[in-house]
C-alpha cells in the first residue's frame, strides 16, 4: 500500500506569511495527487487536484506543485480565512485506492 | 449545485452493523464515483471506499472485511454498513463525490456535512 507523509505537522504562522506544505508518498503517484482544507467542524474542500490544478473558486494564493514522490502546497500570503488543517490525498492507478495524508495545521504564530 | 447530506443513528451498540445512507440532491448520482470517508475525534482523515453508480466498489483494505457500500440509483441514494463495529469506529462520517476523468485522475470535490456515529452500549 502506498503510504503518504506530511511535513511540517503543525505549522506556525502570521499573516501575510507564505507558507509551504511537503506531502511525500512512499512510492511514485506520478501527479495524481490532491489537497484538502479542513476547518474545525466542518467537512474538507477540495484546494488543488492533479498535484498543481487550481479548483474553480479556489484563490489564486494557493499553489500545488511536485510529481512522483514529492509535492508542495504554497499558500504565497497566509490570510485569517487560511488557518485550518491541511490534507494531501493519493490516488495511484495501479492501485486504486485512496490514501490521506495525516495533515498539516496552520495556526496563528 | 450538488449537494449531499448524510442520514443515519447517531448511537451504534458494540458489534452491531452501523448504517448510513448519503442522499445527492441537485443533480444525478449517475456517471460518478461516490465515496465515504470517516474522521475520528481529535484525528485525520480515513478513506472507506468508493462506489460507481453501475455498482462496482473497491474499499479500503484496512476494512474491508467489514465494509458494504451500496447504490440506489432511484433513489439518488448510497449507502455504508458497517459491521462488528467496536469504539474504534466512532467518527465523523462524510459522504462526498469523487470526480474522475483520464487526465486529471480521482479527487473528491463536493462532500457532505459529516454525521457524528458513537459506537457505545
Known amino acids: 500500500d502506498i503510504q503518504m507523509t506530511q511535513s511540517p505537522s503543525t505549522l506556525s504562522a502570521s499573516v501575510g506569511d507564505r507558507v509551504t506544505i511537503t506531502c511525500r508518498a512512499s512510492?511514485?503517484?506520478?501527479?495524481?495527487l490532491a489537497w484538502y482544507q479542513q476547518k474545525p467542524g466542518k467537512a474538507p474542500k477540495l484546494l488543488i487536484y492533479k498535484a498543481s490544478s487550481l479548483e474553480s473558486g479556489v484563490p489564486s494564493r494557493f499553489s500545488g506543485s511536485g510529481s512522483g514522490t514529492e509535492f508542495t502546497l504554497t499558500i504565497s500570503s497566509l490570510q485569517p480565512d487560511d488557518f485550518a488543517t491541511y490534507y494531501c490525498?493519493?490516488?495511484?492507478?495501479?492501485?486504486?485506492?485512496?490514501?490521506f495524508g495525516p495533515g498539516t495545521k496552520v495556526d496563528i504564530k | 449545485q450538488v449537494q449531499l447530506q448524510e442520514s443515519g443513528p447517531g448511537l451504534v451498540k458494540p458489534s452491531e452493523t452501523l448504517s448510513l445512507t448519503c442522499t445527492v440532491s441537485?443533480?444525478?448520482?449517475?456517471?460518478?464515483?461516490w465515496s465515504w470517508i470517516r474522521q475520528p475525534p481529535g484525528k485525520g482523515l480515513e478513506w472507506i471506499g468508493y462506489?460507481?453508480?453501475?455498482?462496482?466498489?473497491n474499499y479500503n483494505p484496512s476494512l474491508k472485511s467489514r465494509v458494504t457500500i451500496s447504490v440506489d440509483t432511484s433513489k439518488n441514494q448510497f449507502s455504508l454498513k458497517l459491521s462488528s463495529v467496536t469504539a474504534a469506529d466512532t467518527a465523523v462520517y462524510y459522504c462526498a463525490r469523487v470526480y474522475y476523468d483520464i487526465l486529471t485522475g480521482y479527487y473528491m470535490d463536493v462532500w457532505g456535512k459529516g454525521t457524528t456515529v458513537t459506537v457505545s452500549s
Open positions: 512510492q511514485s503517484i506520478s501527479s495524481w
Open positions: 490525498q493519493q490516488y495511484n492507478s495501479y492501485s486504486p485506492l485512496f490514501t
Open positions: 441537485g443533480g444525478s448520482i449517475s456517471s460518478y464515483y
Open positions: 462506489i460507481y453508480y453501475s455498482g462496482s466498489t
